[in-house]
């Protein structure tokens, strides 16, 4: 097994050139993001606030992504009956990294109106709430309040990766990969209710600046199994993974670490289950899609291929402890995607 530092000192993220002050993963994002001593400009920044709702039968999923120059919030309705996904986004240009908040744990409150559509993110004590509404979805519109609910005893994934080639380079990554979920979204005449024992939220805060070229792989489910709350976070593709992962079994809240774990498709198909495999054979995993995704965008100065699934995660894992626990048909999704921004 690969070295997992754990960081477990608080500290600010950056030296005052910029470097790391330390790498490796933590159950809590103990690492204040620092901003005034990053160490590239504006236009290199990349910052995001993504979060994703699901259940058996539908989810959604809202995200603001700023990269300096230019900011897209969107959002995504998924349909899990009817194996749909819908979604609509919109752009603000040069917004030089000011959007987001510098905390992924204070209270703070993001509001991005347009005349396309309106949406909050929020954070208020335990909970974290999103809000939509948009009159124009689908000619029915779309409108509601899901409120996530944050555990503090829970871990969570976080991890702060460098890069061998420039130490000015970063990656620092919150997952919270398992919040209950209750709410509502109105779709033209139809309801949609959130259940905080069926419907979970998924956070992705990240912050960074990498290279140009950039290609990462990425996975996550939860659900309830044999009455115990069990979530996982995958994938690799940022930086300098040789003094951590982000791979991390949770059982009951408590993150349970794992080494490498590799993504096992067929050119990238999301219409065909992936397997993933991990070098200390304690996670062995089949992901079998419900709703397959592919995307490609080429604007010259950006250019995005996205291979993307939702789906029923089946298999093994196994704890600290030696103990497995079998796992069917959970809800989660994974994704490979190839970036120039």
Same mark, same amino acid.
């Given at each position: ?93 040069? =917004? ?48 509601? =309040? ?167 995660? =089946? ?27």
């Amino acid at each position: 097994m690969g070295e997992q530092n754990e960081i477990t000192i608080p500290s600010g993220l950056f030296n005052k050139d910029g470097s790391l002050v330390q790498r490796g993963w933590a159950r809590k994002p103990i690492l204040s993001y620092n901003k005034e001593d990053i160490g590239k400009g504006w236009s290199r920044i990349k910052e995001w606030d993504h979060f994703s709702v699901l259940n058996n039968q539908f989810g959604f999923q809202l995200t603001i992504g700023d990269i300096g120059y230019l900011t897209q919030m969107s959002y995504v309705w998924l349909d899990f009956e009817k194996n749909e996904r819908e979604g609509k986004g919109q752009f603000k240009f040069f =917004t030089k990294s000011k959007l987001l908040p510098l905390s992924s744990l204070e209270d703070y409150s993001i509001e991005f109106p347009s005349k396309k559509f309106c949406a909050i993110i929020e954070k208020k004590g335990k909970q974290r709430i999103i809000t939509i509404d948009d009159p124009t979805f689908l000619d029915k519109g779309i409108k509601g =309040t899901i409120i996530l609910d944050d555990k503090p005893e829970w871990d969570n994934t976080v991890v702060a990766t460098g890069y061998k080639d420039d130490p000015r380079l970063f990656y620092y990554n919150h997952k919270i990969n398992m919040m209950p979920a209750e709410g509502s979204l109105q779709i033209g005449e139809k309801e949609y209710s959130f259940k905080p024992d069926t419907s979970f939220g998924l956070m992705d805060w990240g912050r960074g600046i990498w290279p140009y070229h950039t290609h990462w792989l990425w996975g996550s489910a939860c659900g309830i199994v044999n009455g115990v709350p069990v979530a996982f976070n995958i994938g690799y593709g940022f930086g300098d993974l040789s003094t951590h992962t982000e791979n991390i079994i949770f059982y009951d809240g408590k993150a349970h670490k794992i080494d490498e774990v590799t993504f096992h498709h067929e050119d990238r198909d999301p219409t065909k289950p992936w397997k993933f495999t991990s070098n200390d054979d304690r996670f062995n995993m089949v992901l079998t899609p419900l709703i397959p995704h592919k995307e490609k965008l080429n604007f010259g100065l950006i250019y995005l291929n996205s291979s993307l699934l939702h789906g029923l995660y =089946t298999g093994d894992i196994i704890l600290d402890n030696g103990e497995k626990i079998h796992i069917k048909d959970i809800l989660g999704h994974a994704e490979d995607i190839f970036w120039r921004w």
